[in-house]
């Protein structure tokens, strides 16, 4: 089967060489064309130009995109969409004064969310993710990252990581498994970290290996949580098993997490909203890829990570959604280039780029998704007729997205 799009009025991130990565001042040049046509044959992209070098193609189907934009898909690099229920009590919560702080200390939060998950079925776990799947995929994205956490048991985390492989079978994206081991201290081992990490290194993280469920390792290194000692002896663990460290680093305070993920060789080093100049210095060189998360300071009302700051030094940055129950319950990826671009002053360029090239390179995937490229997999956004691509961030209340397509397939 070919898909040909033609007449399109901007056809977005178009790549005649694979990049991978944007770092720095490139990520202010997103390449366009005007008028232009794009052929998808089965699920790869293998032509693009201006229209009048398409007049004599022919394609089993055709889409006029007279008006319309079209992109890669958004690739969202950090989520943790495997969940049960939700945490509406919480959110009134904080409108009523309470910090993320305050309920956590109270039994709240991470800990609400175990409770629940352990308490629910592997199935209802599986219904209730797949449908916030479906529904972000509608959203534009094409590629996601699913992390484990909310478990906070051996069972409930591979019940979780099942789930994720399931989602990987089901879907037509690509769906890349974290094996988030330590996300909050059980109420069970409270006043006793130790023994919690001793079961996560010597059970869990070997089970979760032998089967197969996880290709990145994930710890919270934050303060009241897990700090760089208990960090690093899990992802020593982790290094063991080959898994790959993808970290929560630096979301309320920066004591040395970015460091200690840049010496693991971690993929990304993610939320970053407190940041500082050694934080910025450990990135540079290295093969880490800074995420922000804007959608989770925009629900917490806390700092927004420092993008501009990144970029202007010569660093990479990716965006993605850290859609979960509760401090981010919106998978909405277009929101999200929106908020970087109005909160943390991202240009329009600047934020596609993070939100696609290296939004793949942070689930390394970025060698087949995140551009239009010939060769890549046919992963595309075609928006409703808007004037023109800065619309996308401008029009942040509107879902512009007319269609999506899925491996070369309508979704």
């Known amino acids: 089967m ?20 944007v770092k720095g001042e490139d990520m202010k040049v997103l390449p366009i064309l005007k008028n232009a046509y794009l052929l998808i044959e089965h699920d790869t992209i293998v032509e693009f130009g201006p229209m009048e070098e398409c007049l004599n193609i022919e394609a089993d189907q055709t889409i006029d995109a007279t008006g319309k934009v079209v992109l890669p898909t958004w690739c969202d690099s950090h989520t943790h969409i495997v969940y049960a229920g939700d945490r509406t009590q919480e959110f009134v919560d904080r409108i009523n004064g309470l910090s993320y702080e305050d309920i956590a200390n109270r039994g709240g939060g991470i800990l609400n969310s175990a409770e629940q998950l352990q308490n629910t079925s592997e199935d209802e776990l599986y219904n209730q993710a797949s449908k916030r799947l479906t529904e972000v995929i509608k959203l534009g994205t094409g590629a996601i990252e699913i992390k484990s956490g909310y478990g906070l048991t051996v069972e409930a985390e591979l019940k979780m990581l099942r789930v994720i492989k399931r989602l990987k079978h089901d879907f037509p994206i690509p769906v890349k498994p974290t094996l988030l081991a330590a996300h909050a201290i059980p109420k069970a081992y409270k006043g006793n970290k130790k023994a919690f990490i001793d079961i996560v290194v010597n059970e869990l993280i070997p089970k979760a290996a032998e089967a197969h469920l996880a290709e990145y390792i994930d710890v919270f290194c934050e303060k009241g949580y897990f700090d760089l000692e208990d960090t690093q002896r899990i992802l020593e663990a982790a290094k063991a098993h080959r898994l790959i460290p993808k970290i929560h680093v630096n979301q309320f305070n920066a004591f040395g997490g970015v460091a200690l993920g840049v010496e693991y060789d971690a993929l990304s080093v993610d939320h970053l909203e407190e940041l500082n100049p050694e934080d910025i210095s450990a990135l540079q060189g290295s093969n880490t890829m800074p995420v922000a998360l804007p959608s989770c300071s925009y629900f917490l009302s806390i700092p927004y990570t420092p993008g501009r700051a990144i970029i202007d030094a010569g660093l990479p940055l990716a965006l993605a959604t850290d859609y979960n129950p509760g401090s981010t319950p919106s998978g909405n990826m277009n929101f999200v280039v929106s908020s970087a671009c109005i909160k943390m002053k991202l ?21 087949r998704y995140g551009s239009i490229c010939r060769g890549k997999k046919a992963n595309i956004i075609i928006t409703k007729a808007i004037p023109g691509y800065y619309h996308l961030p401008y029009a942040f209340g509107n879902n512009l997205i007319e269609t999506v397509i899925i491996n070369g397939d309508v979704f």
Do not use: C, F, H, W
């Open 347 to 367: 240009t329009p360029e600047e934020a596609i780029n993070a939100a696609t090239i290296n939004g793949a390179y942070a689930m390394g995937l970025s060698n």
């Open 2 to 21: 070919t898909l040909l799009i033609k007449n399109i009025k901007e056809l977005l991130q178009v790549r005649d060489t694979n990049v991978t990565i």
